[in-house]
Nanobody
Framework: QVQLVESGGGLVQAGGSLRLSCAAS????????MGWFRQAPGKEREFVAA????????DYADSVKGRFTISRDNDKNTVFLQMNSLKPEDTAVYYC???????????????????WGQGTQVTVSS
């Protein structure tokens, strides 16, 4: 089993920044694609960003490109989501997810991830 714990959420004004962290434990961090998803009230959980372990392949949802940056520190078994220029529409519960990806390809769908964190609330006020 892999345990994922998110932190860093909170309340921020539009245009501000937050840095989310996801600490992984229980299994080796190697060969895992790590993703960030978010879910707003009444909406489906949606892909935000993901990064692979091998090759450092990265992709983002169109809605966050240029504003969010995903990164990982494998020595610390931690993945980050730096969120800049936040907008009210970014308000959601943000979830960290992990899945094995030996092909080193980015995984986009929620069904593709085996392990999930509990989520951290991000609220952006206008």
């Amino acid at each position: 089993q892999v345990q994922l714990v998110e932190s860093g959420g909170g309340l921020v004004q539009a245009g501000g920044s937050l840095r989310l962290s996801c600490a992984a434990s229980g299994r080796s961090f190697n060969n895992y694609c790590m993703g960030w998803f978010r879910q707003a009230p009444g909406k489906e959980r949606e892909f935000v960003a993901a990064v692979t372990y091998r090759g450092s392949r990265i992709d983002y949802a169109d809605s966050v490109k240029g504003r969010f940056t995903i990164s990982r520190d494998n020595d610390k078994n931690t993945v980050f989501l730096q969120m800049n220029s936040l907008k009210p529409e970014d308000t959601a519960v943000y979830y960290c997810a992990a899945t094995l990806s030996f092909s080193d390809l980015v995984v986009y769908g929620t069904r593709g991830y085996r392990y999930w964190g509990q989520g951290t609330q991000v609220t952006v006020s206008s």
